[in-house]
């Protein structure tokens, strides 16, 4: 349990790149249609790379046919967990500060519970109270940068992060499940190669090219500015290929309900991540009072979940 909070939080700090990147694209005028669709592009061409090194055109080779023999399967697991999930997130960024992007996001901690509810999974009414505890301590840190909240910030900027919070949990173990091969609506891809995070991270992105393509042709966005384009290489390099790889790794070597509820919750360290990323990088001021207790729930949560291993019931 210790490796797999360890690896979560470490994903949970090249993740928290994301938030400051979107909004330096959102300001700079950028459509949110290409900071998500150009960020999965640059994704594919890293991947594509990364496994070019490790095992040249044979791993290649193997990663496109297992995305071909399921290609409907990563379709609807790319296009929700990974499509969905940043096309939400990438939209919000036009009508909302940061602070409420990195704090409604990080309902996915809570949201993540109903997901594998969903899929069947229970869990002790102790790992409910240390989500909450790492959700409340979350809120704490990002409301004491914020003095209103508009209806409209809450429609366009909270509303898709809440939904986008579902997404990506979901995706996930659509994964998680297909690759166990104990669920009866899901096909079992028992593929060897789906022990490297880096080809499952590549038949996601691939998968979520039709809803990239759909939304191109719908909205029919300006064309990006030279800037747009780097600063999604960027997002897709720290959070896309890194992050994600480490993530998906670490949920992988999970094998109870409660590991898996733990490497979520790790996930809620973006936002400290972010809060010292803004301190060195943007000037932000030191935090509040307030902003510090919040802190301390979240290492209070996580160190719950490191410390007091469950079982399902």
Same mark, same amino acid.
């Given at each position: 349990?210790?490796?797999? !909070?360890?690896?979560?939080?470490?994903?949970?700090?090249?993740?928290?790149?994301?938030?400051?990147?979107?909004?330096?694209?959102?300001?700079?005028?950028? +459509? @949110?249609? @290409?900071?998500?669709?150009?960020?999965?592009?640059?994704?594919?061409? =890293?991947?594509?790379?990364?496994?070019?090194? &490790?095992?040249?055109?044979?791993?290649?080779?193997?990663?496109?046919?297992?995305?071909?023999?399921?290609?409907? =399967?990563?379709?609807?697991?790319?296009?929700?967990?990974?499509?969905?999930?940043?096309?939400?997130?990438?939209?919000?960024?036009?009508?909302?500060?940061?602070?409420?992007?990195?704090?409604? @996001?990080?309902?996915?901690?809570?949201?993540?519970?109903?997901?594998?509810?969903?899929?069947?999974?229970?869990?002790?009414?102790?790992?409910?109270?240390?989500?909450?505890?790492?959700? /409340?301590?979350?809120?704490?840190?990002?409301?004491?940068?914020?003095?209103?909240?508009?209806?409209?910030?809450? !429609?366009?900027?909270?509303?898709? /992060?809440?939904?986008?919070?579902?997404?990506?949990?979901?995706?996930?173990?659509?994964? @998680?499940?297909?690759?166990?091969? &104990? +669920?009866?609506?899901?096909?079992?891809?028992?593929?060897?190669?789906?022990?490297?995070?880096?080809? &499952?991270?590549?038949?996601?992105?691939?998968?979520?090219?039709?809803?990239?393509?759909?939304?191109? !042709?719908?909205?029919?966005?300006?064309?990006?500015?030279?800037?747009?384009?780097?600063?999604?290489?960027?997002?897709?390099?720290?959070?896309?290929?890194?992050?994600?790889?480490?993530?998906?790794?670490?949920?992988?070597?999970?094998?109870?309900?409660?590991?898996?509820?733990?490497?979520?919750?790790?996930?809620?360290?973006?936002?400290?991540?972010?809060?010292?990323?803004?301190? $060195?990088?943007?000037?932000?001021?030191?935090?509040?009072? $307030?902003?510090?207790?919040?802190?301390?729930?979240?290492?209070?949560?996580?160190?719950?979940?490191?410390?007091?291993?469950?079982?399902?019931?």
């Amino acid at each position: 349990m210790v490796r797999l !909070l360890l690896l979560g939080i470490l994903s949970g700090a090249f993740f928290s790149t994301t938030f400051l990147l979107n909004e330096a694209m959102s300001l700079g005028g950028g +459509h @949110w249609v @290409w900071s998500a669709s150009l960020r999965y592009g640059f994704m594919v061409l =890293f991947l594509v790379a990364v496994l070019w090194f &490790k095992g040249g055109a044979a791993l290649l080779k193997g990663t496109w046919a297992l995305f071909l023999a399921h290609w409907r =399967f990563w379709v609807l697991a790319g296009g929700v967990g990974f499509g969905g999930f940043y096309a939400l997130i990438c939209f919000s960024a036009k009508s909302a500060p940061g602070w409420v992007i990195a704090s409604t @996001w990080q309902f996915t901690v809570v949201a993540s519970l109903f997901v594998l509810m969903l899929f069947g999974q229970r869990f002790p009414k102790r790992v409910w109270f240390f989500s909450a505890l790492v959700f /409340v301590g979350v809120l704490l840190v990002n409301l004491s940068h914020t003095q209103s909240i508009t209806a409209q910030t809450l !429609l366009l900027g909270a509303l898709p /992060v809440f939904i986008a919070a579902f997404c990506y949990p979901f995706g996930n173990q659509l994964v @998680w499940e297909a690759s166990r091969g &104990k +669920h009866a609506h899901l096909p079992h891809i028992s593929s060897p190669l789906l022990a490297n995070a880096f080809v &499952k991270v590549l038949v996601m992105s691939m998968g979520s090219f039709p809803l990239w393509a759909v939304l191109i !042709l719908s909205v029919q966005p300006p064309m990006p500015s030279g800037a747009q384009v780097f600063q999604t290489a960027l997002v897709a390099l720290f959070s896309g290929v890194v992050a994600t790889s480490i993530f998906l790794f670490a949920r992988s070597l999970a094998h109870t309900p409660s590991e898996l509820a733990g490497v979520d919750a790790s996930q809620s360290s973006q936002v400290v991540f972010a809060l010292l990323g803004g301190m $060195v990088f943007l000037d932000s001021p030191l935090p509040s009072m $307030v902003a510090f207790a919040g802190l301390g729930l979240i290492g209070l949560g996580l160190f719950c979940f490191l410390f007091f291993r469950q079982k399902v019931v």
